[in-house]
Nanobody, 122 residues
Framework: QVQVVESGGGLVQAGGSLRLSCAAS????????MGWYRQAPGKQRELVAV?????????NYADSVKGRFTISRDNAKNTVYLQMNSLKPEDTAVYYC??????????????WGQGTQVTVSS
């Protein structure tokens, strides 16, 4: 079995910072892309940032977070991080981590975490 678990959410004032972590564990052969998504009340889930294990660890960010958020990963720990600076009230959402995991049985599948709440007060 594979588990993906987020941590680090919370309540912060506008302009503040938070760091989210997401660790994948279990029967993992390799992990390709890892990413962060978010879903605000009444809105669809949207991509925040992704990072790849290949392509030199290339990254992509939503326009709304460029220059404020930084995604990184520790491949040895199967962990991805999201450093969020200069937070705005519109960043308030449940943040979800996902990972494209190849199991030892060479089955590729995307796994999602349970989500962590980030609330930014004005």
């Amino acid at each position: 079995q594979v588990q993906v678990v987020e941590s680090g959410g919370g309540l912060v004032q506008a302009g503040g910072s938070l760091r989210l972590s997401c660790a994948a564990s279990g029967r993992i052969f390799s992990i390709n892309e890892m990413g962060w998504y978010r879903q605000a009340p009444g809105k669809q889930r949207e991509l925040v940032a992704v990072i790849r294990s290949r392509s030199g660890g290339s990254t992509n960010y939503a326009d709304s977070v460029k220059g404020r958020f930084t995604i990184s990963r520790d491949n040895a720990k199967n962990t991805v991080y999201l450093q969020m600076n200069s937070l705005k009230p519109e960043d308030t959402a449940v943040y979800y981590c996902n990972a494209d995991i190849l199991t030892p049985q060479i089955v590729s599948r995307t796994y999602w975490g349970q989500g962590t709440q980030v609330t930014v007060s004005s």
